[in-house]
């Protein structure tokens, strides 16, 4: 039988253990690091290592994979004091598969280069639940022999897997995508407040925007999630206000001007004032709702 590659996978947040635990389960020889190590403790009766240090989780493996929140975290675990890549060993993988800025991805890319080794970036796309049940897509940018070295790494975690041109492709696919999501968000949540102060019947007035032309799989969970209040995370309302804000410095390199993106950003940093920040990005609609009790008194 085939050996199977040694993974390092740093970061147990929101997706990491989903993604920790269906390496576990395709029988990847798993070390972890989290900068809580107390979060990372349950796995330890699982066989997973559990090391103290992004240097000490990847001196042994073949293929490193980082989840993290964002490019200083990223490069805090990359290149920080006991950072990675200074220790990763000869003809190592690193994976990243954290959110981050185009112009952060292209200097890791030159660090990687650097220390002679290889860098596939792989963003995701999904929550909580389809990292848990390993059915994330992977947002690929990387040479060719790159990903296949690594497809039965990321196979294991994934329903897809995209590849979308050389290293620096994901990072601009995946802010694409989350600009639009936040796009629709916002966009929905203020559709939602205008719904609620009229005399409209709400559960009816959304089923007819599901059905309709407006209708999509982000505005069903959103308009359920509002609804109910229920804001428990499947995204973290500050990461995707992050990512807007990469978003839009992506294009602006590129000459382009996301002119949706600044009242966006502008609606999730009121969200993040008003105590929204670690709730689930659908949270958002409570800034419009506070606005209109507000208008009324």
């Known amino acids: 039988m085939e050996s199977k590659l040694s993974v390092a996978l740093l970061g147990l947040g929101t997706m990491g253990r989903g993604m920790a635990g269906n390496l576990l389960k395709a029988g990847f020889p798993l070390t972890v690091w989290n900068r809580t190590r107390a979060k990372a403790e349950s796995l330890a009766a699982k066989g997973v290592a559990i090391a103290d240090s992004p240097s000490a989780a990847v001196k042994n493996a073949a293929v490193v994979i980082s989840i993290l929140a964002d490019d200083d975290a990223s490069r805090s675990a990359w290149l920080g004091q006991d950072g990675a890549l200074a220790v990763m060993p000869p003809q190592g993988i690193a994976i990243e598969c954290s959110t981050l800025s185009a112009a952060w991805i292209s200097e890791l890319h030159a660090a990687v280069i650097g220390r002679k080794l290889r860098l596939l970036e792989a963003p995701v796309t999904g929550s909580r639940a389809q990292a848990e049940a390993g059915q994330l897509t992977f947002l690929v940018g990387a040479e060719k022999e790159t990903l296949a070295a690594v497809t ?24 694409i995508n989350n600009f639009l999501c936040a ?96 709730r689930d990005m659908s949270a958002v609609v409570e800034v419009l709702r506070t606005a209109s009790r507000n208008s009324q008194i």
């Open 152 to 175: 039965p790494v990321l196979q294991c975690m994934s329903k897809e897997i995209q590849h979308f041109g050389p290293v620096g492709s994901g990072a601009q696919m995946k802010l």
């Open 183 to 278: 796009v629709q968000v916002a966009s929905f949540a203020e559709a939602l407040g205008w719904i609620e102060r009229t005399q409209l019947q709400r559960d009816a007035a959304l089923d007819f925007l599901r059905r309709g032309a407006p209708g999509s799989g982000i505005l069903s969970t959103m308009s359920e999630r509002m609804t109910q209040r229920a804001y428990d995370v499947n995204f973290l309302l500050r990461l995707m206000a992050k990512d807007v804000r990469y978003a839009h410095a992506a294009a602006a390199q590129l000459g382009v001007n996301l002119s949706m993106s600044s009242p966006v950003e502008e609606l999730f940093r009121k969200a993040q004032d008003q105590g929204y920040g670690e």
